[in-house]
């Protein structure tokens, strides 16, 4: 006896996924926040973000917004090296430099009178 799969169990079946990934499911990544690596913004936790080498947000608007217009700098924040305007610096408590070879000399550098 052999069993055959009903087309409308198929369908049934492919309905779910696309109720599963448009309610929610596919979002609860973008709680954890968002992360823009050259030009392209995606959900990642600030860890994930980090290990890629992007710039995280807690929101989509503010990653795209970052994302949209390149930095004019780079910022070494606890010793690591970020793309950032000097706001973006001084805001997260980094120091600012306009290229990154300077940031990371920084970065690298211990503090004066060790």
């Known amino acids: 006896m052999r069993k055959r799969i009903s087309w409308l169990a198929v369908l049934a ?48 608007a503010e990653a795209e917004k970052y994302c949209e217009a390149p930095p004019s700098g780079w910022c070494c924040v606890d010793k690591v090296v970020i793309p950032a305007t000097p706001e973006e610096c001084k805001e997260k408590g980094g120091v600012w430099f306009p290229t990154k070879a300077e940031a990371e000399k920084y970065c690298e550098a211990p503090p004066s009178g060790w």
């Open 13 to 60: 079946v492919i309905a779910m996924a696309g109720l599963l990934a448009g309610s929610g499911v596919t979002t609860l990544a973008a709680e954890e926040g968002w992360c823009c690596k050259d030009g392209v913004v995606f959900a990642a936790t600030p860890e994930q973000c980090k290990e890629k080498g992007g710039v995280w947000f807690p929101t989509k």
